[in-house]
Structures are given as structure tokens and as C-alpha cells.
């Protein structure tokens, strides 16, 4: 039986449009050529000429938010408490392991439009045609209208968003990690504001991830190629980086799928 592996992640990298203006990663680059002082700073006497080809080392330092690039939503991120405001919400560093290592089952919603709000019908149905039964700690991924349009500029406005009512059907059969190719698990801002605008009613702001005040669960965005995955019959590899009390992580997420 053959293994294949299939990365689910995007590259943190610059001038890509995976973030709205103002919230994108910065990478300093520093080349073999320009790093000589810095090794040499550790071996008094030490001179370029020592090294194989007057070469130190590359290195980088990045300024980066915990939501750029693939990563993991903790519950904290969604609000302070869950289970109702009976407990505090588990930060990125205190989720469980076994949790993200689980079968993968994968929604299709390519073809519901930008901005469009998935419902607990929308899932029922989406379950009912590919056939699967959804089990505690099932990985569930969503994919979008917006994977296709990844590092383009209507990238963060597009794809549908999930719900409150679609996010507690999953949550409220064992699902805890979840993911999307889109920016947010919500719908795009954009098309939220102008909903908002018009009706002037909070519970459409966040609601997806607000969910989460109720049902905790971990959340990953940004993720690609889910349409290359089969709806099911795959496991999901998503370990987040562990940040101390922070409400993310950055997760390198990978399928697996045999035969």
C-alpha cells in the first residue's frame, strides 16, 4: 500500500494578498554574503577568507501575526469563556493532541456564493451526498470558491462562511477542529458589513466563530489544495506551533491517504 501526502498549507511570505492591508507578514532576508560579521562575532579572529567560499550563514526574522499564513484558531481567539461561560476557553497551547491527528472529511462549497452564510441544511445535505456519517473528532475542512483565487487581491473577499447554526451541528457531534481555504471560517468582512449595514443585527457579526462561546473548537484558515482530497478516506495531520497563552498557532496541515 502506497502513501501519498498532500500539504494543505500556504507559504508565509510577502507581498502575496493573503491578509487584509495592514496585516501581512514581513520577512527580513539575510544572505550567506551579508552574515560573515555575525559568525565571525563568536571566533575572535576569524575572517571571511576562512570560510568555504567566504560564505556565513542565511537567516531570517520574521514579524508575523499568530492568524497569518496556515494556522490554528484556539477558542480563546473566538471569546474569554466557552461551554456557556462555565469555563475559561483553552488557549493554542493547551489543545490535545489527539484531536489533531483524525480522519478528514471534506464539504464542498465551491459553488455557494461569496459572502453566503452556510447553514446546519447546507452540511446535513452536503453529508448526505458524499455519503458520511460525521464521528467524535472527525477533522471536517471546507472549500471554497476562495482557494481558487488565493493570492489575488479578491482572495479575502471570497468564499462562503459558516455559520453559527452550521459550525454547532458539527460541534455538536464531536468535531473539534475544523478548517477552510478562505481567509475566515466566517464570511468575508466585506460582505458581513453590507449585511450589517442593512440590518443593523449583531448575531451576523462573527458568528461562525462566536459559536465557540458554546461548543469549543479549533479552527484552521487559510489552507490549499482541499480540492485535490477526496470527501473522505484521509487522515489529517494539523499540530499547532505552541505559543504560550496565545489565541493561534501556525499549523503545517497535511492529508494522508493511502492506496
Do not use: F
Given at each position: 500500500m502506497t502513501r501519498r501526502l498532500v500539504d494543505l498549507s500556504i507559504a508565509i511570505a510577502m507581498d502575496v494578498p493573503s491578509d487584509p492591508p495592514g496585516m501581512e507578514p514581513r520577512i527580513a532576508y539575510t544572505k550567506h554574503d551579508e552574515s560573515v560579521g555575525q559568525l565571525a562575532s563568536f571566533f575572535p579572529g576569524l575572517q571571511k577568507e576562512h570560510l568555504p567560499d567566504g560564505e556565513g550563514w542565511a537567516t531570517e526574522r520574521v514579524q508575523l501575526s499568530t492568524h497569518n499564513g496556515t494556522h490554528m484558531d484556539a477558542p480563546y481567539h473566538f471569546h474569554s469563556t466557552t461551554?456557556?461561560?462555565r469555563r475559561r476557553s483553552p488557549t493554542i497551547d493547551e489543545t490535545?493532541?489527539?484531536q489533531c491527528f483524525a480522519p478528514g472529511v471534506k464539504l464542498d462549497f465551491r459553488a455557494l456564493p461569496d459572502g453566503y452564510v452556510a447553514t446546519a441544511q447546507d452540511v446535513e445535505r452536503e453529508l448526505e451526498r458524499i455519503g458520511h456519517t460525521l464521528r467524535p473528532l472527525d477533522i471536517v475542512v471546507v472549500n471554497t470558491r476562495a482557494g481558487e483565487v488565493f493570492g489575488e487581491p479578491?482572495?479575502?473577499h471570497a468564499g462562503c462562511g459558516m455559520g453559527r447554526e452550521a459550525t454547532l451541528y458539527l460541534t455538536s457531534r464531536g468535531v473539534r477542529v475544523v478548517g477552510t481555504d478562505a481567509?475566515?471560517?466566517d464570511a468575508p468582512f466585506s460582505h458581513t458589513a453590507?449585511?450589517?449595514?442593512e440590518e443593523r443585527d449583531p448575531a451576523v457579526i462573527w458568528e461562525?466563530?462566536?459559536a465557540g462561546r458554546e461548543i469549543p473548537y479549533w479552527q484552521m484558515e487559510k489552507l490549499s489544495n482541499l480540492s485535490s482530497l477526496p470527501a473522505s478516506g484521509f487522515d489529517i495531520i494539523c499540530f499547532p506551533v505552541k505559543i504560550e497563552g496565545a489565541s493561534a498557532g501556525w499549523s503545517r496541515v497535511v492529508a494522508v491517504l493511502e492506496g
Open positions: 461551554d456557556n461561560g490535545p493532541l489527539e479578491e482572495y479575502i481567509w475566515s471560517w453590507r449585511k450589517w449595514a461562525g466563530h462566536k
